[in-house]
């Protein structure tokens, strides 16, 4: 670890009000995406230069995340207050696809890891959404079950079918979207908002949820 390794390599003060999302592109892997409640998604390569590459700005309203798909590396949605999921191409500087996702601020999205062309969103309206990019002028299907706002959903890595997510009720929830019940597991054991959620890449089923309760909590979706 060289002398310089506790400060960072570049710091970037573009955007103008909180930040609220950075994600790494998966494939290209030199570029990052930056989302703020400025109403702007920045595209970055830290080896290019000082600032951003480009700026992406149609939300009428906070970013709260911006996600790279896993399939092809210039696509990526965003999920905004204003109600609606942006599907973009970094070649462009406007979105291709514009989906009213839900009756209140969208908070949260990801990627189907197995198909390219769905994507699951989470609300304040307390309801998660499955969509076909091709196909949005009505949700795939609705997973209704948690009592607040649904902060994070994730896409299993691990199957084509599981979806996890998290929630101002305090709970983590694990559904399968092929059930005809399709939710599976509530987890409620934090204390506070739970305000985020991954799974492990490495270990099906392992997951990691983080709150406002101080803790991190580990666990396995399979038991």
């Known amino acids: 670890m060289g002398p310089d390794s506790k400060f960072p390599i570049r710091s970037y003060e573009e955007h103008t009000c909180e930040v609220y999302s950075v994600d790494w ?14 109403e702007s998604v920045k595209l970055w390569d830290p080896m290019a230069g000082a600032g951003s590459i480009r700026t ?12 790279w798909s896993p399939h092809h590396p210039d696509r990526f949605a965003s999920a905004s207050g204003d109600r609606t999921i942006k599907i973009w191409d970094v070649k462009s500087p406007h979105s291709g696809n514009t989906i009213l996702a839900h009756d209140h601020e969208v908070l949260t999205c990801d990627w189907n890891k197995y198909n390219e062309n769905i994507l699951v969103s989470g609300s304040v309206d307390k309801s998660i959404r499955i969509w076909d990019i091709r196909n949005t002028q009505r949700e795939l299907g609705m ?5 607040y706002a649904v902060r994070r959903v994730k896409c299993s890595p691990h199957s084509e079918n ?8 305090l ?21 506070e908002f739970v305000v985020g959620l991954d799974f492990n890449l490495f270990i099906e089923g392992e997951m990691a949820s983080c709150s406002w309760d101080e803790t991190v909590m580990v666990w396995n979706g399979r038991e």
């Open 171 to 191: 709970t983590l929830a694990l559904w399968d979207t092929n059930d005809n019940n399709p939710l599976q597991r509530r987890y409620d054991h934090h204390t």
């Open 143 to 147: 997973l209704k079950g948690h009592n």
């Open 25 to 38: 592109n998966p494939v290209h892997k030199k570029t990052f995406l930056s989302g703020s409640w400025d």
């Open 56 to 67: 992406f700005k149609e939300h009428r309203y906070c970013i709260y995340s911006t996600v």
């Open 162 to 169: 599981i979806v996890a997510s998290c929630s101002y009720d």
